[in-house]
């Protein structure tokens, strides 16, 4: 029997998650009514853009919707990168309506940790935002992944798949549109996220993931109430733009697409300027940028 909408959980990386839609069924609204998108991200942009879109390393990125955004050709490996975390990725797809790329088993990234060696889930959420961090190297565990990233919009859309390659689901990481320069993409985490379980093909559950980490942001004044009304928006805007009816690129075939053997070899991090400074980053609270 399936859960009732409204019913909680905690998803496989141990945030707390709400059954809030299915992909065949009217969208209930998980933030205010009326919040336009761009309303949203002009909430958002001014306090949080500058520093995930513009490091001082890499002052020439640019939207990856303006017209002289570089565009990565196929098979290119880039840099994919949330504020702290950089990640490895080989593009599978690059045009003016959206970045695809795929993160093979194995492949190494960079991610901000606490400094005593948590991970930010082992944190109890009344600390997890205000403990000293470092940066570490680990690598993407589990099966590859591919990225969809549609150009100027708040979100990407991560298609994860079983050790068989069975389609497990697929993971909306609500962020900031992204900057680009000539090999790394940039954007801002929002924490909130929507997961859209692989069962029950044509009525997909949709969960709300993160929400209290959301709030515990805003009560430790990271967040205002404001900023946290807009990425509540952004859900209800991916669901209006894809999710609901289960549109683009929820149903363009990249929960199965397989990359040939060459595609798949596990990527290392470049030995640049721009990753050496990444890995030398320390600070306290971790949604600092």
Known sequence: MRLPLGSTSLSASGGVVTLVGRTDSDWTPVGRPGVSLATSLATLAPQRQDGAHRPEDLAEAVP????????????????????????????????????????????????????????????????????????????????????????????????????????????????????????????????????IDAEHAGSEDVWLKDADELAALVEQGRFTHAEADAVRALADHAADAFISGARWPLDGGWDRWTPDSDMDEPLRLPTTASVQAARARRGRGLMEH
Do not use: C, K, M
């Open 64 to 195: 990856s919707d303006a017209p002289d955004a570089p565009r990565f050709v196929e098979g290119q490996t880039i840099l994919w990168r949330y504020g702290r975390f950089v990640e490895t990725a080989r593009v599978v797809r690059d045009d003016e309506d959206a970045l695809i790329v795929w993160i093979p088993s194995g492949s190494a990234r960079l991610e901000a940790v606490s400094a005593d060696g948590r991970r930010s889930r082992d944190v109890p959420l009344d600390e997890r935002f205000q403990v000293p961090w470092v940066v570490r190297e680990s690598t993407w565990t589990g099966p590859g992944v591919v990225r969809v990233a549609p150009t100027g919009a708040p979100w990407s859309v991560w298609f994860f798949r079983t050790a068989d390659g069975t389609p497990s689901g697929a993971y909306v990481n609500l962020e900031l549109p992204h900057w680009r320069s000539s090999d790394e993409v940039f954007s801002r985490d929002l924490v909130l996220d929507l997961w």
